[in-house]
C-alpha cells in the first residue's frame, strides 16, 4: 500500500513560543511527514501530511485531543479547497446557501486561476458559470487558469479581441481536453441558429466548458442554473454589485451591438 496523503487543520487557543515545533515533533515521532504548511485563515493552521497508513493518523487524532492550546477542526483526506489553502494561505469564500458558487476579488486572480486551473485538469463534462462585471479579468483567467492546465482554449462567443460567433469548428478542434469559452450575452443576443446547435453538440461532449455571464445564458435557453457544476463570482472589491442594467437596455447598443461594452 502507498503512501497516504491527509489535511490537518487546527485552531489555536494559544499562540505560545514552540507550540508549531511541539506539533512538528508529535508528526516526526509518530513517522508523519508534513508536506505543506501555512496559515489559512485567523488562528488556524493548516497541513498537507503523508503517511504510511490510517493506523498513525489515529494515534495522532488522539494525541491531539490531549492538548490544551490547539482544537483539531479538520483531519481528513485532502479536498481541493483545502489544498488551495494551503498553497495560498487563505480559504475561497463560498456562499453559505448554494455550496457551488464560489466569490473571488480582483486582487485574488492568482487563487482563482489556480482553481479553476484544478478544475480543468478533471476529466469529463464540467459546466463552469462564471459571473462579472466589465474588465474584471473573466476570460483572462480563464485563459490563463487554461495555460495552467495544459489545455488548449477555444472561444466560441467572445468579444475579448474581436465578436466572435463560431457556428462549428474543425475537426480536431472537438477534443475532450479542450476549455469551450462561451459569452453568454454575445450568444443570446448576436448568434442564429447554427451556433446555437454547435453549443449544444458541445454540451453533449465530455469536455469542460465556461460561460461568462451564466444569468443571461440561462434567461434565454433551454439550460437552467442548476446544470452548472460551479459557478464562479468576480468582483473588483468585495462590495461590488454584479448587474446586467446596461444589458436589459437594447436602446444602448448600436448596429455593433453590446461589443462596445467590452463584456
Not at 13 to 35: E, F, Q
Not at 185 to 213: C, D, F, G, P
Not at 248 to 263: A, K, V
Amino acid at each position: 500500500m502507498g503512501k497516504q496523503e491527509w489535511y490537518l487543520e487546527y485552531e489555536i487557543h494559544i499562540n505560545r513560543p514552540g507550540l508549531l515545533g511541539d506539533v512538528a515533533s508529535l508528526l516526526g515521532m509518530l513517522s508523519i511527514n508534513i508536506v505543506t504548511i501555512n496559515g489559512v485563515r485567523d488562528s488556524r493552521r493548516g497541513m498537507l501530511l503523508l503517511c504510511d497508513n490510517n493506523e498513525q493518523i489515529e494515534r495522532l487524532s488522539t494525541i491531539l485531543q490531549t492538548m490544551d492550546n490547539i482544537t483539531v477542526t479538520k483531519l481528513r483526506q485532502p479536498k481541493l479547497l483545502d489544498r488551495l489553502a494551503v498553497r495560498h494561505g487563505r480559504y475561497i469564500q463560498r456562499d453559505a446557501d448554494d455550496k457551488k458558487t464560489f466569490r473571488f476579488v480582483r486582487d485574488e486572480l492568482g487563487l482563482l486561476v489556480d482553481f479553476m486551473a484544478e478544475i480543468f485538469k478533471e476529466k469529463g463534462h464540467k459546466l463552469i458559470g462564471i459571473r462579472g462585471m466589465p474588465r474584471v479579468g473573466k476570460t483572462e483567467s480563464i485563459v490563463a487558469a487554461s495555460v495552467c492546465a495544459n489545455k488548449r482554449w477555444l472561444f466560441v462567443s467572445s468579444t475579448l479581441i474581436k465578436q466572435t460567433v463560431r457556428s462549428q469548428l474543425i475537426e480536431d478542434e472537438y477534443s475532450e481536453d479542450n476549455i469551450f469559452i462561451i459569452d453568454g450575452i454575445v450568444s443570446t443576443r448576436r448568434a442564429n441558429e447554427r451556433h446555437w446547435q454547435l453549443i449544444r453538440e458541445l454540451m453533449r461532449l465530455e469536455a469542460t466548458k465556461v460561460v461568462e455571464h451564466p444569468d443571461i445564458f440561462v434567461r434565454h435557453t433551454e439550460y437552467t442554473l442548476d446544470d452548472f457544476d460551479y459557478i464562479i463570482e468576480l468582483r473588483h472589491d468585495p462590495n461590488e454589485e454584479i448587474t446586467y442594467d446596461v444589458i436589459d437596455q437594447p436602446s444602448l447598443f448600436g448596429n455593433d451591438g453590446f461589443s462596445e461594452f467590452d463584456f
